[in-house]
């Protein structure tokens, strides 16, 4: 799919960046889409001119902190009849028990750290809304985390394809490091657990 992600980008436009963003940050099935690499890559495709990198980012940050509100209520008002459903394709309790322990560790400014990890950053909203977080300490988290995550990766994304020469030759490099590098955290989360256990 990575190869592809230019020409999917292309192809949804807008519309269909805004929408995946949205579901990504607070539907409890987004958690499978792809958000760091897709904001990256449309970032780097507005440097190319295929996209206007000031409405990427006005949409971008506006989606992610509605996906987190939605994501909120949602968690506040059916949450718990949700996570007592068994495990299926677009649910873990797994998933779930990593986004509830990065939560209670880091508290309200996991809401910002989370905005950086898959999966732990959709359900990190859900969890503050079943666990009655205060919502104007929320949204007041969610913005800094909506406004550094849907703006800051689409920057760097249209800085490096303009300052790197052919950058279209390591678009594809370039967003394999950043899965690497926000899945770390959870890598580390699980060897650590291991390593505790054992």
Excluded: C
Aim: proline share 7%; hydrophobic share 50%.
């Amino acid at each position: 799919m990575l190869p592809d992600l230019p020409s999917l980008i292309q192809t949804i436009g807008y519309v269909g960046i805004t929408a995946i963003v949205f579901a990504e940050s607070g539907l409890f099935f987004g958690f499978f889409l792809p958000g760091d690499s897709l904001l990256f890559t449309a970032g780097f495709l507005a440097s190319q001119g295929f996209l206007n990198i000031f409405i990427l980012i006005a949409l971008t940050t506006t989606a992610a902190i509605l996906g987190d509100s939605v994501g909120y209520w949602f968690g506040k008002k059916v949450g718990p009849f949700i996570f007592s459903r068994p495990d299926s394709f677009l649910f873990s309790h797994k998933r779930v028990e990593d986004a509830s322990a990065f939560f209670a560790k880091h508290g309200p400014k996991s809401l910002i750290l989370a905005r950086f990890i898959p999966a732990v950053r959709t359900f990190t909203p859900i969890l503050a809304g079943v666990g009655q977080m205060n919502y104007h300490t929320f949204l007041k988290y969610n913005v800094i985390g909506g406004i550094l995550w849907g703006t800051g990766l689409p920057i760097l994304g249209y800085f490096l394809g303009r300052l790197v020469p052919h950058p279209d030759r390591y678009i594809i490099p370039i967003v394999l490091l950043i899965i690497v590098v926000s899945i770390l955290p959870v890598l580390r989360e699980v060897f650590r657990k291991k390593k505790t256990n054992t």
